[in-house]
């Protein structure tokens, strides 16, 4: 089966410009998942859709931070305007859902830089 | 609370020998704790993972350990190969609460010498 696709994989901008993100999670899954891994760190979650429900974005900084997943299948991160704290690597995840343990899979993600 | 505590942050051994990494957690209600490999310029990808009710599991020259009492997990691999080399996280996610999250420990580098 495909994996988790994510483009762009590089995206250089300037601090205060807009950018956005895109996933295509793995056919039939239910649950999308956006990570941001920081240089040196494990991934940390921005926020969890069940299909088209964002049912966690607690962590997600909602005053430049936005993301959707229209039809419940692919999904858009987008940021605006971006700072220079925000430069990380953004990985996708997507799982079968419907029960507590189903494996996440990850695309291998979009490396922000901001200058 | 939330944490995952992970060691070693870096990890040499030589081609052959064998390489264990711990996590330790506090929040007794976690009850799944996969295992993610993750190489340059690529997502993490599972290896294994265990879920609360089982206390070992091994797949060819991985395995994994989990004492849920004294709430710390181990990644064991045996017979360590160059391709071995990589960033390992362990992770834990809730039942309930937060379901379906998985939190993350900060990652041990192996380094594998032949």
């Known amino acids: 089966e495909a994996g988790v696709v994510q483009s762009p994989r590089y995206k250089i901008i300037e601090k205060k410009q807009p950018v956005a993100f895109w996933c295509n999670p793995i056919?039939?899954?239910?649950?999308l998942y956006w990570y941001r891994q920081n240089l040196g760190q494990g991934p940390e979650l921005l926020i969890r859709?069940?299909?088209?429900?964002?049912?966690?974005d607690s962590q997600l900084p909602k005053d430049r931070f936005s993301a959707e997943r229209l039809k419940g299948v692919d999904s858009t991160l987008k940021i605006q305007p971006a700072e220079l704290g925000d430069s990380a690597v953004y990985l996708c995840?997507?799982?079968?859902?419907?029960?507590?343990?189903?494996?996440?899979?990850f695309g291998n993600g979009t490396r922000l830089t901001v200058t | 609370g939330e944490n995952v505590e992970q060691h070693p942050s870096t990890l040499s051994v030589q081609e052959g020998d064998s390489a264990v990494i711990k996590c330790t957690y506090s929040?007794?209600?976690?009850?799944?704790f996969p295992w993610y490999k993750q190489e340059l310029g690529k997502g993490p990808q599972l290896i294994i993972d265990?879920?609360?009710?089982?206390g070992e599991k091994k797949d060819q020259r991985i395995a994994v350990t989990l004492n849920k009492t004294a709430k710390h997990f181990s990644l064991h691999i045996t017979e360590t190969q160059p391709e071995d080399s990589a960033v390992y996280f362990c992770?834990?996610?809730?039942?309930?609460?937060?379901?379906?999250?998985?939190?993350f420990g900060k990652g041990t580098k192996l380094s594998v010498k032949p």
């Open positions: 995840a997507s799982s079968p859902g419907g029960t507590a343990n189903s494996p996440l899979h």
């Open positions: 056919s039939g899954h239910n649950t």
């Open positions: 859709y069940e299909n088209e429900e964002a049912v966690d």
């Open positions: 929040d007794s209600a976690s009850n799944y």
């Open positions: 265990i879920r609360s009710n089982v």
């Open positions: 992770a834990r996610r809730n039942y309930g609460g937060s379901q379906g999250n998985l939190i």
